[in-house]
């Protein structure tokens, strides 16, 4: 399956039924349609304006503007879904620490999903990527990816 994810924005795109299907009871995780792509309920609810001060997920908005898509709403307020705690929460408030492994077409982590804001081995902080997720072997493919520095 399919996944790209701005800034902690995660947009799924499976192939089939039976591939969200699958992914779905391999995760716990459901899934809810929004426009041509599937997300986590609580990204469903994100607008793409927010107000200094106001309430973003888990944390506040320090950024007061109106943005093409939520992701760039989540960059600019510098907050990213969280995995664990199942909502949005402030960039800097994650502290996993991500293994990826160098192939020669692409990154692979040894899980489904890789934590927006993780901290890799190269002392930068993965904030987006895309790539396919492999069901079979319960792993994530990564082709792109963006980092920032700590």
Known sequence: MKVNVEFGYFRFFPTSPEELVRFQ?????????????????????????????????????????EWENPGELMRANQTVYSLPAENV??????TTYLDLIEGQEFLTYQQMLAQPGGLLG????????????????????????????L
């Not at 995760?27 to 994100?46: A, C, G, M, N, W």
């Not at 190269?122 to 963006?146: A, H």
């Open 25 to 65: 009871k391999l995760t716990d995780i459901k899934l809810v349609r929004v426009q041509d792509f599937f997300t986590f309920e609580p990204l469903s609810e994100i607008v793409n304006y927010s107000i200094i001060g106001k309430p973003l997920g888990l944390g506040l908005a320090i950024k007061t503007g």
């Open 89 to 94: 929460v402030p960039l800097l408030s994650i």
């Open 122 to 149: 190269t002392g930068l902080r993965l904030v987006s990527y895309s790539g396919f997720i492999d069901l079979k072997n319960q792993r994530l493919n990564m082709f792109d990816y963006e980092a920032w520095p």
